[in-house]
């Protein structure tokens, strides 16, 4: 059984700090997925790492997957209240004619106050 | 278009009841997921529909029972449920086959069994 560790659980922050959220495994994964959920609502799709080493941004969001693909992180870089939600990270076995399934982290609720 | 639609939005049912959740998409997913997700915990993987046949069963009790009548819709009946099955159902979509495709969520269906 492939497990994602999310770390950490909780983060409460200012608005203006920076923040990283972190996506460990022992498993290799094909691909890492990076959503973010707001209460009450599903979780929205924030970007795909494929490549072991690749970095992607979305504006003041930095992501990483490790060399080894077995981690991933997320940089925010200052914070602002409208980021306050909660993080997931997802990886893919890789897929198959069955479906792509994901395995989840435990998710890092962040609440950015102003 | 990115979107999964999910009706209805919040649905209060006793223990006697049976009703129905429902999902569509149209962006020629050919693998479609339901999910339970309670409080501050991520989403669990129960169904996965592919090529409109059901691929994986994750020893959900058979109150659920999934259904998918052509590769945009997918049902989720329920009846005689418990107190403990009330949480946010969701479902996705993905595209099917070897590779990191993304899953996309929809915005849930909140249900609360009394």
């Known amino acids: 059984t492939q497990l994602l560790e999310q770390s950490p659980q909780f983060l409460s922050i200012q608005e203006g700090e920076n923040l990283t959220v972190y996506c460990n495994s022992s498993?290799?994964?094909?691909?890492l997925q990076w959503y973010r959920q707001e209460p009450g609502e599903g979780p929205v799709l924030l970007v795909t790492?494929?490549?072991?080493?690749e970095v992607k941004k979305l504006k003041r969001l930095t992501f990483q997957f490790g060399d080894a693909r077995k981690d991933s992180s997320l940089h925010i870089t200052a914070a602002q209240p409208g980021d306050t939600g909660l993080y997931l990270c997802?990886?893919?076995?890789?897929?198959?004619?069955?479906?792509?399934?994901?395995?989840f982290g435990g998710g890092t609720r962040l609440m950015v106050k102003p | 278009d990115t979107e999964v639609t999910q009706t209805p939005k919040h649905l209060v049912m006793g223990m006697t009841n049976k009703k129905s959740l429902k999902c569509e998409q149209h962006?020629?997913?050919?693998?479609m997921y339901w999910y339970k997700q309670k409080a501050k915990k991520p989403p669990e993987l129960m169904f996965v529909?592919?090529?409109?046949?059901?691929?994986i069963n994750e020893s959900v009790p058979s109150r659920f029972s999934p259904e998918c009548p052509n590769s945009s819709l997918l049902n989720l009946h329920l009846h005689a449920l418990q107190p403990e099955d009330s949480a946010l159902y969701l479902c996705?979509?993905?595209?099917?086959?070897?590779?990191?495709?993304?899953?996309?969520f929809g915005p849930g269906t909140r249900l609360t069994v009394t």
């Open positions: 996705a979509s993905s595209q099917v086959g070897i590779g990191g495709y993304e899953q996309y």
């Open positions: 498993s290799v994964f094909s691909s």
């Open positions: 790492v494929v490549t072991g080493g």
């Open positions: 997802a990886g893919v076995d890789g897929g198959n004619n069955a479906g792509n399934m994901l395995t």
């Open positions: 962006m020629g997913h050919r693998a």
């Open positions: 529909y592919s090529y409109e046949k059901l691929s």
